[in-house]
């Protein structure tokens, strides 16, 4: 299992932004594609947005589309997930995971994970 670290996380009022990051430290992400997941308490762990290493193809779920972008930065060597316009219903630990397949999909089928890091939204 390759090693991910998520950062970023907090806390942040409704309406709000945050930048989560996800780095390799081991390994290059380029030849990777990325997935992020939440997770709220006791719900299931939801596949909100992903990035294709292959050709650089873009999925966002219905919940977050139009209110998070996803990026990918090389030279960095990290994943980005920018959110905005936060709603109390976008607090979970998030996840990134990393899997060499060609393209991503938003269902957990990732060979790597990053422990996760804590988004809650509150006023």
């Known amino acids: 299992q390759l090693q991910l670290v998520e950062s970023g996380g907090g806390l942040v009022e409704p309406g709000g932004s945050l930048t989560l990051s996800c780095e390799a430290s081991?390994?290059?992400?380029?030849?990777?594609?990325v997935g992020w997941f939440r997770q709220a308490p006791r719900r299931e762990r939801e596949g909100i947005s992903c990035?294709?290493?292959?050709?650089?193809?873009?999925v966002y779920s219905d919940s977050v589309k139009g209110r998070f972008t996803i990026s990918r930065d090389n030279a960095k060597n990290t994943v980005s997930l920018q959110m905005s316009n936060l709603k109390p219903e976008d607090t979970g630990v998030y996840y990134c995971?990393?899997?060499?397949?060609?393209?991503?999909?938003?269902?957990?089928?990732?060979?790597?994970w990053g422990q996760g890091t804590q988004v809650t939204v509150s006023s």
């Open positions: 081991e390994f290059s992400l380029e030849y990777y594609s």
């Open positions: 990035i294709s290493w292959s050709d650089g193809s873009i």
């Open positions: 995971a990393a899997d060499n397949a060609r393209l991503c999909v938003l269902w957990p089928e990732y060979h790597s």
